[in-house]
C-alpha cells in the first residue's frame, strides 16, 4: 500500500500525518508531490473534494524554510471561507514543524493582518482584493517568495478576479514555482497559465464524469408556486443526516430559511451579504453539526468540506453550468456516498440543457414523494430534528493531543522577544528548541506553544521562574476547534 513516507517527508510532516490518520495519499496527492521536486510549474485540474488542499500544503510545508523571516509561500483564493479553511490546512500539516500561516482576507481588521505580518510568517492565504491593500501599504514583504499557488482558478476567472491577480504578478519574484489548481478548465485558464507560468506540467485527475460516482444525483420537474413546499415533502421524505441548499440569490436564501425555520427545521442560512464574523459562526456551527441544515448562496459551494454533509439540494437551477458541479461536490467527499436534489421549474430548462451538455449526460428525473409518503416519515423527520448530529472528531483534536498553548503577561512594549523567551525555556530541565512552538509577540502579552507533551512541565516552572528578569504571570490558552 502506497504511503507517505515514499515521498521523503520530514519527521515533523509525518508526525502531522500519523495525528490526523492520513495513512494513504489520494490520487491527486500523489501526483503533486511526485513532480513538484522538479521545480517546474504545475497545472492541476481535480475535481472539488478531491484532497487538493493537502496536495499543495504538503509540498509547500516541507520546502518553506523554517528560519525564514518574510513569507516564502503565498496561497490566492476567490473566498474569505476557502482562505480560512486552507490557514487551518497549513496549520495542521506544518504544527510540528512549527510553520506559521498567516490569512489575509477582507472584512477582517487590517490592523490585526499587519501586526500578524510583522513577525515570522511562512506561508500566506490571501483573496487577491486584501492582498493587493496590504502589497500597496507596504505590510507585506513578498521578496523571499518562492511558491505561487492559485486555487479555485476557474473560480477567480468567474468572480472578476484577474485584474486584481495581474497586479498581484508584478509585486511578487518572477523566479518562483507556480501550482494553479482548478476544477474546471474555462478557456480563460489557458490564457492566464500562458501568462504566469513557465512550461507548466499539466496533471489531469478528473475523470471522465464530471460529477462523482459517489453521487446519486436525482432532478425533479415542479411547478415554480409548489416549490417550497416540495422542497419540504422531499426532506421529509428522505430525512437526510445534514444537508445543504442551494439557491441563486440573497432573497431566495432568505426566503427558504424563513420558511423552513418556521416548520421547526434545524437550520441556518449563510450568503454574502452577512457580517463576516456571522459567516464564519454559521459554518462553524454548521461543522460541529448545531444545524442539519444550511441554506446558502453558492459562497459556500466551493472549498468548504464538512465531511457529514449526505444530501444537496439546488432549490434553484444553478445559472452557471459549472457551479452544478461544485454543489453537488459537497457532497461525497472523500470516499463517502451522497445524494443530491435539484428541482427544476419550466422557465429554468434552459439552465439544464446546459448542464447536460457540460457534464456530457443528462440529468436523471425522478418523482417527487406523496403526501402520503412524506406524511409517514413526518415523525422520524421530527425525531431527528431534536437529535444531536453525530459529526466526526475535528482533526485538530489529535494535533492538539501534545500541545499546550501558554500566555505570559509581557510583549513588545516590555521589550520581549523571541530569543528572550526560546532561552528561558531551552534552560528549563527536560527542554530543547524543537519543544517550541510558534511565539506570538503582541504589545501586551506573549503566546508560546510548548510541544510533544511538555506543556505542563513547562506551565508548572514558569510559575517561579523569571523571563527576562522577572517572575511573569504565565497562564494556559485553552484551543478552540
Not at 10 to 30: F, G
Not at 35 to 55: E, R
Not at 76 to 101: N, S, V, W
Not at 383 to 394: A, L, N, R, T, Y
Amino acid at each position: 500500500m502506497q504511503t507517505f513516507k515514499q515521498y521523503g517527508l520530514s519527521q515533523p510532516i509525518l508526525k502531522a500525518l500519523e495525528k490526523l490518520n492520513y495513512q494513504k495519499p489520494m490520487e491527486v496527492q500523489d501526483a503533486v508531490l511526485k513532480a513538484f521536486s522538479n521545480k517546474q510549474d504545475l497545472i492541476v485540474q481535480a475535481q472539488t473534494g478531491s484532497g487538493k488542499t493537502l496536495a499543495f500544503a504538503l509540498p509547500i510545508c516541507e520546502a518553506v524554510d523554517w528560519e525564514g523571516r518574510y513569507p516564502q509561500a503565498l496561497v490566492l483564493t476567490p473566498t474569505r471561507e476557502l482562505a480560512l479553511q486552507i490557514q487551518e490546512g497549513f496549520f495542521k500539516i506544518g504544527r510540528f514543524k512549527r510553520i506559521k500561516a498567516v490569512g489575509l482576507y477582507g472584512k477582517a481588521p487590517f490592523m490585526i493582518q499587519q501586526k500578524e505580518l510583522r513577525q515570522k510568517t511562512h506561508v500566506v492565504v490571501a483573496t487577491p482584493g486584501r492582498l493587493l491593500e496590504h502589497i500597496e501599504k507596504g505590510t507585506i514583504t513578498t521578496t523571499d517568495l518562492r511558491y505561487l499557488i492559485i486555487d479555485e482558478a476557474d473560480e477567480m476567472l468567474k468572480m472578476g478576479f484577474m485584474e486584481d491577480v495581474h497586479r498581484i504578478m508584478e509585486a511578487i519574484p518572477k523566479q518562483r514555482q507556480t501550482l494553479l489548481f482548478s476544477a474546471t478548465w474555462p478557456k480563460d485558464i489557458d490564457a492566464l497559465s500562458r501568462e504566469i507560468m513557465k512550461a507548466p506540467q499539466h496533471i489531469q485527475i478528473t475523470p471522465q464524469k464530471m460529477t462523482s460516482s459517489q453521487v446519486e444525483a436525482i432532478s425533479y420537474e415542479v411547478e415554480e408556486e409548489n416549490k417550497l413546499g416540495d422542497l419540504m415533502r422531499l426532506t421529509q421524505a428522505h430525512n437526510p443526516e445534514c444537508a445543504m441548499i442551494f439557491c441563486n440569490r440573497r432573497v431566495g436564501v432568505e426566503a427558504v430559511y424563513e420558511a423552513l425555520k418556521e416548520a421547526h427545521y434545524a437550520c441556518a442560512m449563510l450568503h454574502g451579504g452577512m457580517e463576516q464574523r456571522d459567516r464564519f459562526r454559521v459554518m462553524e456551527d454548521f461543522k460541529k453539526g448545531r444545524y442539519r441544515y444550511l441554506v446558502c448562496t453558492d459562497v459556500a459551494a466551493r472549498g468548504i468540506d464538512v465531511h457529514h454533509v449526505t444530501y444537496v439540494v439546488s432549490y434553484d437551477v444553478p445559472e452557471d453550468k459549472e457551479q452544478y458541479v461544485h454543489r453537488i461536490g459537497r457532497t461525497g467527499r472523500g470516499k463517502k456516498t451522497g445524494k443530491a436534489a435539484m428541482l427544476i421549474t419550466k422557465a429554468e430548462q434552459s439552465y439544464v440543457e446546459a448542464i447536460e451538455d457540460y457534464i456530457g449526460e443528462a440529468l436523471v428525473r425522478g418523482h417527487l414523494p406523496t403526501e402520503a409518503e412524506a406524511e409517514q416519515k413526518v415523525e422520524a423527520f421530527k425525531e431527528k430534528m431534536q437529535q444531536v448530529i453525530e459529526v466526526q472528531k475535528p482533526e485538530t483534536e489529535a494535533i492538539h493531543q501534545d500541545i499546550l498553548k501558554i500566555h505570559i503577561n509581557a510583549g513588545k512594549k516590555t521589550k520581549m522577544r523571541p530569543v528572550d523567551i526560546v532561552g528561558t525555556l531551552c534552560n528549563l530541565p527536560g527542554m530543547a528548541a524543537e519543544d517550541i512552538g510558534i511565539i506570538q509577540i503582541q504589545d501586551i502579552s506573549t503566546y508560546v506553544e510548548i510541544l510533544n507533551g511538555k506543556g505542563e512541565g513547562v506551565y508548572q516552572q514558569l510559575q517561579s521562574k523569571p523571563i527576562k528578569g522577572r517572575i511573569r504571570r504565565v497562564s494556559k490558552v485553552e484551543h478552540r476547534n
